[in-house]
Nanobody, 126 residues
Framework: EETLVQSGGGLVQAGGSLKLSCVPS????????IGWFRQAPGKEREQVACTRERISSTYYADSVKDRFTISRDKNTMYLQMNDLKPEDTAVYSC?????????????????????WGQGTQVTVSS
């Protein structure tokens, strides 16, 4: 089974930073669309960032633009979150699409992602 193993998250004060990581299990990263989603209580899941490096395609939700950065280093994907706000509080999940397929302009819907992380809580206090 192809899945992703997440690490990072936790509690931080407003204005602080956190970095989330994901490593694949059952496969290795190559030419994949990778994305980060979040879901706050009572709200729908929202895709906050997506990238497919091979074709230089990247997406950020307006709510996180200029504060969050999605990246990949060999076999680890990251979400660097700076200047965090209380409204960023949510469960964050990483996802990877099928190899060699898709772009982030526009970002794929969640059902087009093939592998998922287990989710991690990020809480931003005011």
């Amino acid at each position: 089974e192809e899945t992703l193993v997440q690490s990072g998250g936790g509690l931080v004060q407003a204005g602080g930073s956190l970095k989330l990581s994901c490593v694949p299990s059952g496969f290795t990263f190559d030419d994949h669309v990778i994305g980060w989603f979040r879901q706050a209580p009572g709200k729908e899941r929202e895709q906050v960032a997506c990238t497919r490096e091979r074709i230089s395609s990247t997406y950020y939700a307006d709510s996180v633009k200029d504060r969050f950065t999605i990246s990949r280093d060999k076999n680890t994907m990251y979400l660097q979150m700076n200047d965090l706000k209380p409204e960023d509080t949510a469960v964050y999940s990483c996802a990877a699409g099928l190899e060699g397929w898709g772009s982030c302009e526009p970002p794929p819907p969640d059902y087009e992602y093939d592998a998922w992380g287990q989710g991690t809580q990020v809480t931003v206090s005011s």
